[in-house]
């Protein structure tokens, strides 16, 4: 029995010490492997703490191409170069970030325009910190925004709820928008390649930001059209009359003696004030004279006002009303080929129009005002051109245009260009034409 219970403590001994043996020998195993894990553990460590702070980095990012895009779109409505876009990107980027960490930036930035938006594309190498102790490399972040100018409201217009071709540009002619839409609110629809609709194209160009009508809008098959966008707007809401319900300023007596007509064509300059009450015809231009209308309202009652190859030296801050129970039309001829500028008032009752013809008596946009523009030469205009019972039509190279940095709009009850002739309108950020503004598309 003794025998036996010697055994079993010689047995149980050697197990122990075998056991912290085996212990001792894991201890020495496990050193090794976690000297050789260290480096991976620190690293993926490193890569979770800078992670946090590539987000933020992504999204400050973010923030400074949303303003850079910003920036670049306030120079679109100046037809600005790449260079230029790039460096107004640039700066917004970096005023909108200041002091904030968005990475190594890259220069120059990205930028791509299509019509009135600018795209911009910021990249940066991110800022690594417990990573770069390691040697590992730091992801490039890239952010996009774009923005552009988006119109409030059309600055061609035409009214008539029902004519045909209320909008018609043939033979070469070409409206074309900056900032600003056109549309007509005509009724009239057809289908295919048919005129008759509410606008119809045929060998010339209609271009803006957007294009749009009651009725529909329909081109020719013709090789020489550009419409564009391509795909205008169909079947959509009437626009409203900016300037319906205000009431034309009504004259004082006729400011000649005859009371039925004048005309300036002596080679003596006319010099006009504000407040002049044409009674009858008026024909400004013509033998030579060259005239002034200083600031002011000018009235032609119960009769059309002609330019015919006037040469118009000063008409800043003016408005011409043809008004009367028949008021007559708006007549500009000129084969000089010199570019004329005129400029609406901006402020008191006519502010924002350079010319406004009434409706008269009737009232019927129905028997509208032939008003014709001809000619070889430009009239470049402040304001608005308002005939919501005309029907306004230029040809033989006539070009009715918006003047440098300025906005300019026309509302007619029917516009007609044709024979090469052009309006450019634009919006320049003034209440009175459809102003656009800078807005973030995506």
């Keep these: 029995m003794n025998t036996i219970r010697h055994h079993l403590h010689i047995f149980r001994a050697t197990l122990a010490a075998r056991a912290r043996r085996l212990r001792r020998d894991r201890r020495g195993a ?12 620190f690293g993926a460590a490193a ?40 460096d107004a990107a640039l700066q917004a980027a970096k005023d909108a970030s200041s002091s904030a960490v968005i990475g190594k930036l890259m220069t120059p930035v990205t930028v791509s325009t299509s019509g009135s938006t600018v795209t911009v594309t910021l990249s ?6 417990l990573a770069a102790a390691l040697s590992l490399a730091a992801p490039t972040l890239k952010a996009t925004a774009t923005a552009g100018t988006k119109p409030s409201g059309p600055c061609v ?75 205008p707007t169909s079947n959509a809401a009437p626009q409203s009359d900016p300037y319906s319900g205000k009431t034309a300023p009504s004259p004082g007596s006729c400011s000649y003696p005859s009371g039925t007509s004048f005309t300036a064509w002596k080679s003596t300059p006319y010099q006009f004030s504000g407040g002049t009450v044409f009674c009858g015809n008026t024909t400004i231009g013509g033998n030579g004279s060259t005239d002034v209308f200083s600031p002011g309202i000018y009235y032609v009652v119960n009769g059309s006002l002609v330019f015919n190859n006037a040469t118009i030296t000063q008409a ?24 004329t500028q005129m400029s609406a008032p901006t402020s008191g009752p006519t502010a924002g129009m350079l010319v406004w013809q009434t409706c008269g008596s009737g009232g019927n946009p129905a028997s509208t005002i032939y008003d014709p ?15 919501p019972c005309g029907a306004l039509n230029l040809s033989n190279n ?44 995506q």
């Design 30 to 41: 496990i050193a090794p492997l976690i000297a050789l894990a260290l480096p991976a553990v």
């Design 47 to 86: 890569l979770a703490v800078d992670a946090g702070f590539y987000y933020v980095e992504q999204q400050r990012l973010q923030v400074a191409a949303d303003a850079a895009a910003y920036g670049a779109a306030l120079l679109l409505p100046n037809s600005p170069s790449t260079s230029d876009l790039q």
């Design 124 to 129: 940066a190498t991110a800022d690594g910190f």
């Design 157 to 231: 217009l035409a009214l008539s709820p029902s004519a045909s071709n209320a909008i018609w540009v043939n033979n070469m002619g070409s409206i074309v928008t900056s900032g600003c839409g056109i549309f007509s609110n005509s009724t009239a629809s057809v289908s295919g390649q048919s005129s008759g609709g509410a606008i119809y194209l045929n060998s010339g160009t209609i271009s803006g930001p957007s294009i749009g009508a009651v009725g529909s809008v329909n081109q020719s098959n013709s090789g020489s059209n550009t419409l564009s966008p391509s795909n």
């Design 316 to 339: 800043s801050g003016v408005t011409f009303v043809l008004t009367g129970s028949s008021p007559g039309s708006f007549n500009w001829t000129n084969y000089s080929n010199t570019p």
């Design 373 to 387: 523009f001809a000619g070889g030469s430009t009239l470049n205009v402040s304001g608005s051109i308002y005939m």
């Design 398 to 441: 006539a070009h009715l245009d918006a003047a440098p940095g300025d906005s300019m709009s026309v509302i007619a009850d029917t516009i007609e260009v044709a024979g090469s002739a052009g309006i450019s309108a634009a919006s320049a950020g003034s209440s009175n034409s459809g102003s656009s503004k800078v807005v973030l598309m």
